[in-house]
């Protein structure tokens, strides 16, 4: 079945402008300020809190270096205070290239991906790998550090916000 319109008002959308080397603190204040906006600190806004949680995907385009998944979630971790669960298609090198690494990756992106689908944690730093057929309702913001591929890959990554219908933020730092 073809949908007959694909407007989303649900969905707002904001770049943030950002150097290469403020993506992990733009990501952080980003953070911040949907939490302000509900009038939450951002302990309370990422707190566990059921299927009515405000919950979050952080898109990076790639798994290792600069910008990666692993190197944002170390970067805000170092803000938030825990650990932040990843998921990325391929194993980072550094667990790759360890007796049975890849296993171990695939063990620990598949727990990731149920931590965050149950409502377990509030948010998940993931390549594109991560998402495809999932239908969480309650994704109220998704976050871009970096440009996504295309257009079209950008509308199917923000997408995944307020499946519910409410209102949610997706966001791009560039």
């Given at each position: 079945?073809?949908?007959?319109?694909?407007d989303?008002p649900?969905?707002?959308?904001e770049?943030?402008?950002?150097?290469?080397d403020?993506?992990?603190?733009r990501?952080?204040?980003v953070?911040?300020?949907?939490a302000?906006?509900?009038r939450?600190t951002?302990?309370?806004?990422?707190?566990?809190?059921?299927?009515?949680?405000?919950?979050?995907?952080v898109?990076c385009?790639?798994?290792?270096?600069?910008?990666?998944i692993?190197?944002?979630s170390?970067?805000?971790?170092?803000?938030?205070?825990?650990?932040?669960?990843v998921?990325?298609?391929?194993?980072?090198?550094?667990?790759?290239?360890?007796?049975?690494?890849?296993?171990?990756?695939?063990?620990?992106k598949?727990?990731?991906?149920e931590?965050f689908?149950?409502?377990?944690?509030?948010?998940?730093?993931?390549t594109k790998a991560?998402?495809?057929?999932?239908?969480?309702?309650?994704?109220?913001?998704?976050?871009?550090?970096?440009?996504s591929?295309?257009?079209?890959?950008?509308?199917?990554?923000?997408g995944?916000?307020?499946?519910?219908?409410?209102?949610?933020?997706?966001?791009?730092?560039?």
């Amino acid at each position: 079945m073809v949908p007959s319109d694909f407007d989303r008002p649900e969905l707002s959308f904001e770049v943030v402008s950002s150097g290469a080397d403020e993506v992990a603190s733009r990501v952080y204040g980003v953070l911040n300020v949907l939490a302000t906006r509900e009038r939450m600190t951002l302990a309370e806004y990422l707190s566990p809190q059921g299927e009515d949680r405000h919950c979050g995907i952080v898109f990076c385009q790639k798994v290792d270096g600069p910008n990666s998944i692993m190197w944002l979630s170390r970067e805000l971790e170092r803000h938030l205070g825990g650990q932040l669960l990843v998921y990325g298609g391929s194993a980072p090198k550094r667990i790759a290239a360890t007796p049975g690494g890849r296993d171990r990756w695939e063990r620990q992106k598949r727990e990731s991906a149920e931590r965050f689908k149950s409502n377990d944690a509030a948010m998940l730093v993931a390549t594109k790998a991560y998402g495809m057929g999932i239908d969480k309702p309650n994704v109220r913001f998704i976050i871009h550090a970096g440009l996504s591929g295309s257009i079209e890959a950008y509308y199917q990554e923000a997408g995944r916000a307020g499946r519910d219908r409410r209102a949610s933020h997706c966001v791009i730092v560039h």
